[in-house]
């Protein structure tokens, strides 16, 4: 008996000492409310299954986009750089809890690798840029699924350069499905058309580009016999000319003004045509230099660089004209010289009537018009003729003598006054042909500058 109470006492001292060490040991804790709601909804999921109950159910994708700037615009390779703050929204039915059940938690965010993701693509992708990775979508406890993400896509787009740097451009992002049809995925916007359009508050418009608006518009496109939902919006910009007109356009007019004031220098000082001359150079160094800031398309040359072009052609046309009239003023005065040689050999060898005197005065003034600085062989018998006027010669008197040399120098007087006569008379008639040919080019310059100026001005304010 005795052995017994000593057993009994020694179970009840086990038990106590255990229920005390049980009460001491540390409490396994319990597996968090987020990681159990995780845990429970991705149990079973499956990302490759499009997230219905019912195959025959439509999921529809609400899309949102916000234009954040425009980094690039490259007419060589009609394609636009653009940053898009992105947004889509759908209900996965197969993500759907009951708050009350997990610690009243009600959105969550999950990887995107784990859920499935609608394959909306847009159709003018070209490049994906420099996106930064979002791998986390937001799943609230109704089952509504939010992908928001930040992207630079590059897109194709048909680039007008022709009004260039008065130019707008409408490029287009294209949003739709690559696989599914209308009957599984159909495309909705999150806002209305209107607040997209005229939405610019996250838009950096202190850049090149200026954003006019985005529309966007719905509809479905027929292809291989099933109907495809689609998106468009149009980001429509407008380009600031202000810096490629102060560095383009206004030193080109500067220098073209200058030569139309070139016209007015004298047209036989020989200075208009290496004046005429430095402004080409000039010019021409201006436009290779400025190469690289002109937009460059393989199929239509910008209004700006035939602008350019013909600029250069109309300073080809003043030099050239300059060079016509000046070689038309120098091309008389050799005539004249060769007419006074010609005429002193008639003088001496052809007219009998003629005093040898007079021959040989009209061939010391011949020898006038002729440049020093050339060599002229004379022939012999013209040196003995010169010669002979200075031995002394047999004169019947003084009287005589007196009045032939008056004779001479009147005749002498009278042709120097006839030839300056004349030469003034050309000399006017050039002056009034290159008038009219400054006129003729004044004209054409200002009809050109009145056109182009009446087409940047209806671009700009369109």
Known sequence: MLHLDIRMDLIWLILLLSAHLADCAPEKPKRSALNQLTRTLLRKYDCGVRPVHNWTSLTTIHIDLILQSVLDVDGKTQSMTTSIW??????????????????????????SDAIWIPDVIVSEFVDAGKSPPIPYVYVNSSGSVKNNRPMQVVLACSLEMYAFPFDKQNCSLTFRSWLHSVKEIDLALLRSAEAIAN?????????????LSVPSHYWQIHQDDTDYAQIQFNVLIRRRPLLYVVGLLIPSIFLMLVDVISFYL???SGTRIAFKISILLGYTVFRVNLTDELPSTAVRTPLIGVFFAVCMAMLMLSLIKSILVVKLLHHSEKEVKQFSVSACLLDKYGSAG?????SALTSLKTLEFINPSEDYELEPSLEEDLLSLNQVQEAP??????????????LAF?????ESAAQADWL???SRLDLYLFRVYLFVLVLYASTLLLLWASWSFA
């Open 428 to 430: 006017a008639l050039c």
């Open 397 to 410: 008197s003084a009287l005589e003598w007196l009045l032939q040399e008056l004779v001479s120098l009147r």
């Open 86 to 111: 992105y947004r889509q929204i759908w209900t996965d039915e197969f993500l759907v809890w009951d708050p009350e059940e997990f610690d009243g938690i009600t959105e969550i965010s999950l990887s």
């Open 266 to 268: 004298p047209l036989d």
């Open 414 to 418: 009278s042709e120097e006054d006839g």
């Open 354 to 358: 003629r005093e040898f005197t007079e």
């Open 199 to 211: 939405d610019q508050k996250e838009f950096m418009n202190d850049g090149e580009w200026e954003l």
